[in-house]
């Protein structure tokens, strides 16, 4: 049996520039820009708290609890995915906002100038505030849509259609104000 142990002199020369290589390498990936987590957060460190206010319905229609379901969707997605512990108010970051669009429009015309499905839009207006960083504040609109067939009403499928509409807003929210994207 041959023994495979012995590694010519050039392999050796080879492997330790390899592994000069890599740690010249690394420390350019690992600081990357800014701070950054595992979690996705662009959080600023001497960031503690956060205080999501309640959400009112600033539009007619949708149902009355939407606020309120918004308000908590946002407050748990920052707590399970960032380590800032929540404050009825006055926290580092504040978000608070409105729902200023819940409509349902025609969508995927079909051959016959009809709908072949309807569309529920929902759009919040969030106004961000970061204490830390004034630079990092916003007042943005989101809004999220999700379809429905055009031979059912809105209220056989509103049900259904609010969670993921919900779960794309509190996405976008925190990707904008946490992420920074």
């Not at 420390?27 to 600023?44: D, K």
């Not at 051959?111 to 943005?140: C, H, I, M, P, S």
């Not at 259609?161 to 794309?168: Q, V």
Request: aromatic share 10%; charged share 20%.
């Amino acid at each position: 049996m041959k023994n495979n142990s012995h590694v010519p002199a050039s392999g050796r020369r080879a492997g330790w520039k390899v592994w000069a290589l890599v740690l010249l390498v690394c420390p350019v990936f690992m600081s990357g820009c800014g701070v950054y987590s595992f979690t996705g957060t662009n959080l600023s460190p001497d960031i503690k708290t956060f205080s999501v206010l309640n959400f009112t319905m600033g539009t007619a229609g949708g149902p009355s609890d939407l606020p309120q379901r918004l308000t908590e969707d946002l407050k748990e997605y920052f707590q399970r995915n960032t380590s800032l512990v929540s404050q009825p108010g006055g926290g580092d970051l504040v978000l608070e906002g409105s729902i200023t669009g819940y409509d349902v429009t025609p969508a995927a015309p079909t051959a016959n100038d009809q709908a072949g499905l309807n569309r529920l839009n929902v759009t919040v207006q969030v106004r961000y505030t970061n204490a830390k960083d004034e630079t990092k504040n916003f007042d943005q609109s989101f809004t999220y849509y999700a379809d429905f067939p055009q031979d059912q009403t809105l209220n056989q499928n509103e049900a259904r259609l609010l969670p993921t509409i919900r779960e794309n807003l509190v996405q976008q929210i925190f990707n904008k104000s946490a992420a920074d994207w």
